[in-house]
């Protein structure tokens, strides 16, 4: 990079710059870089725990819900949301594949469950989207109940909100290459080797086919009500700051209220 400035300087003379350029992966560019990531992070958090309050005070009930490919980073920007957030008035959810009573009641059942009450935030690391998407591409699901499934969801994200829920659909975008790094990353990692499922195993090979599924769930979901927003995300610090602006964006809260 170019000559340092004095304001680079002041940013890598912190606590947040020291601990970056004393890690291996970064070089100074990369360090300036993060500290400004984390000086972004830190403000939005704020406007984070500023709409909760929102939230609580007003009792308004609010759906996130995070779609895209496998390793495409919906955790990550999930627990960056979260992390300064009162626990008590928010949840995550990522629900495991259907048990047997499940695979018998109404598709979308066991996501309105999981639906959040007066003054509460859920946030879906994936949703009732699975059946758009990962299912049919993975033979989980019929073509039959994939069809219905596509006719049934507009009218259910209509029902969500005229019952008074907040909903934001947010789908966060990678390439293949990304995809691939990520995945051999976490393959080397004994501390995230526990993310590798055996449909992700199967991404890298079923990524046209993932591109089909989606490319139909956008034409058939993205509605002028309940729109979804794509995040690129190959660069995951770019991608949580624009998923936290997007969310704050999206929702009406009252932005002088005290926290």
């Not at 500023?50 to 895209?68: D, P, S």
Request: proline share 3%; hydrophobic share 35%; glycine share 4%.
């Amino acid at each position: 990079m170019g000559k340092l400035t004095q304001r680079d300087v002041n940013k890598l003379n912190t606590t947040r710059g020291l601990k970056a350029l004393l890690s291996k992966s970064f070089n100074i560019e990369r360090a300036i870089r993060y500290v400004d990531y984390e000086r972004k992070l830190k403000k939005l958090q704020v406007e984070l725990i500023r709409l909760q309050a929102w939230t609580i005070k007003k009792n308004e009930r609010i759906i996130v819900i995070f779609e895209g490919r496998d390793a495409a980073g919906k955790g990550g920007a999930i627990r960056r949301i979260t992390e300064r957030i009162n626990p008590r008035h928010m949840r995550i959810v990522a629900l495991p594949k259907p048990n047997e009573d499940e695979k018998t009641q109404w598709y979308f059942q066991r996501y309105v469950e999981q639906f959040p009450k007066a003054g509460e935030i859920v946030f879906f690391d994936r949703s009732w989207y699975n059946r758009a998407v990962v299912e049919p591409v993975n033979g989980f699901c019929t073509q039959e109940e994939y069809e219905i499934f596509m006719n049934q969801v507009n009218d259910f994200e209509r029902m969500i909100l005229e019952s008074g829920i907040r909903l934001v659909k947010i789908y966060m975008s990678i390439n293949k290459k990304e995809q691939a790094k990520r995945f051999n990353d976490i393959k080397n990692n004994p501390l995230k080797q526990w993310k590798m499922t055996p449909v992700d195993e199967k991404a890298q090979e079923l990524w046209d086919n993932y591109t089909e599924y989606k490319k139909a769930m956008f034409s058939k979901t993205n509605t002028e009500i309940s729109p979804w927003k794509v995040i690129r995300a190959n660069r995951k610090t770019i991608a949580r700051i624009s998923v936290i602006n997007y969310i704050l964006k999206s929702i009406p809260y009252d932005k002088s209220i005290e926290v």
